[in-house]
T-cell receptor, first 111, second 114 residues
Framework: GQNIDQPTEMTATEGAIVQINCTYQ??????LFWYQQHAGEAPTFLSY??LDGLEEKGRFSSFLSRSKGYSYLLLKELQMKDSASYLC????????????WGAGTKLIIKP | DVKVTQSSRYLVKRTGEKVFLECVQD?????MFWYRQDPGLGLRLIYF???????EKGDIPEGYSVSREKKERFSLILESASTNQTSMYLC?????????????FGDGTRLSIL
């Protein structure tokens, strides 16, 4: 079957660094996405990885290892506004449209 | 910026009613999607459409239908609403011509079936 695993909830301190992991088992691979979703709001696109390595975008970075079926989202210099759920999603090889979604990681930032 | 607009943020309906959820996007995207989002579960795809009048079943199409008569509008229909369809419904669109084809979401409709 196809499966994406990520921790249910994480807590971190303002100003610190946090890493949110995502492991996947899918029939083929054609890209991995990270989305941010604040409570009661729409998910918004953060990053996309299709090749191994690190993609950096400001305070956020995303890493992919295809051989390990593993990705992480790294958030630096945490701010209170980073409190949100972070969703990992994978596009399988055979689909140009569909994404397989993880259940999301709720990140709580404490002062 | 891409704008995906869902017709209602909150909706309360009764069991057995026919319910229509509307979604409009303003970026001329070919692909449109309907998901439901429940606590502890990932986004689950109900239906998607890759062109006008085209539709494909997702993972949980039972009890739902869709309509796409115009490129910008994708409607989700609950034929006879049931309490287990109480959920958050999210519409999304994406540009088929782009390499990444990231999905852009509306704010969601929180639907309660009584």
């Amino acid at each position: 079957g196809q499966n994406i695993d990520q921790p249910t909830e994480m807590t971190a301190t303002e100003g610190a660094i946090v890493q949110i992991n995502c492991t996947y088992q899918t029939s083929g691979f054609n890209g991995l996405f990270w989305y941010q979703q604040h409570a009661g709001e729409a998910p918004t696109f953060l990053s996309y990885n299709v090749l191994d390595g690190l993609e950096e975008k400001g305070r956020f970075s995303s890493f992919l290892s295809r051989s390990k079926g593993y990705s992480y989202l790294l958030l630096k210099e945490l701010q209170m506004k980073d409190s949100a759920s972070y969703l990992c999603a994978v596009r399988g090889r055979d689909s140009n449209y569909q994404l397989i979604w993880g259940a999301g990681t709720k990140l709580i930032i404490k002062p | 910026d891409v704008k995906v607009t869902q017709s209602s943020r909150y909706l309360v309906k009764r069991t057995g009613e026919k319910v229509f959820l509307e979604c409009v996007q303003d970026m001329d995207h070919e692909n449109m999607f309907w998901y439901r989002q429940d606590p502890g579960l990932g986004l689950r795809l109900i239906y998607f459409s890759y062109d006008v009048k085209m539709k494909e079943k997702g993972d949980i199409p039972e009890g739902y239908s869709v309509s796409r008569e115009k490129k910008e509008r994708f409607s989700l229909i609950l034929e006879s609403a049931s309490t287990n369809q109480t959920s958050m419904y999210l519409c999304a669109s994406s540009d088929r011509s782009r390499v990444i084809r990231a999905q852009h979401f509306g704010d969601g409709t929180r639907l309660s079936i009584l």
